[in-house]
């Protein structure tokens, strides 16, 4: 197999796990407002980020902390309110842009892997306490010992001018 019918087959396999996904939710699902806290594994060499720099990474755009470690994106499932915030104000897309933003990016080779996908606010946590490089948006109410919460523009979550809700 050459590589461009793997490039091929990649990218078909990711559009059909993301396709596989919800695309909104109902009223009933909605949960209340609050802050949405980016966490970083407690060794990311990184405190705070500008909005745009938290763009770039969630883009892809920014592959490595380091020269030794790599970013491992995570991101909640939809019909969540973190993906949603993310969706509005970090990615700037809806939820079908996101999805086809990530299959072209991997077809171009400019990406491996889309964003790892979380089913809950536990899960996620676990995984950026567990994954050096892992970076991810929870809802400020959940965050866990053991991650770092990263200052967006100078502010963390709970401060009046804090950008992520």
Request: hydrophobic content about 45%; aromatic content about 8%.
């Amino acid at each position: 197999m050459n590589a461009t019918t793997k490039r091929l087959l990649a990218t078909l396999l990711v559009f059909s796990c993301l396709t596989a996904l919800p695309l909104h939710r109902s009223a009933a699902e909605a949960t209340p407002e609050g802050d949405i806290a980016v966490v970083v594994h407690s060794e990311t060499p990184v405190s705070e980020l500008s909005l745009a720099d938290v763009r770039k990474v969630f883009l892809g755009e920014r592959q490595y902390w380091n020269a030794k470690l790599p970013v491992t994106l995570l991101i909640r499932a939809p019909v969540t309110r973190e993906r949603d915030v993310a969706l509005r104000v970090i990615y700037q897309m809806s939820e079908a842009q996101f999805k086809q933003y990530w299959v072209a990016k991997i077809f171009r080779a400019e990406a491996v892997f889309p964003p790892k996908i979380v089913y809950s606010n536990d899960m996620q946590n676990e995984l950026v306490m567990a994954m050096p490089g892992a970076i991810a948006f929870v809802d400020a109410r959940n965050v866990r010992p053991g991650v770092r919460v990263l200052r967006v523009e100078g502010h963390l979550p709970g401060d009046r001018e804090y950008p992520l809700r």
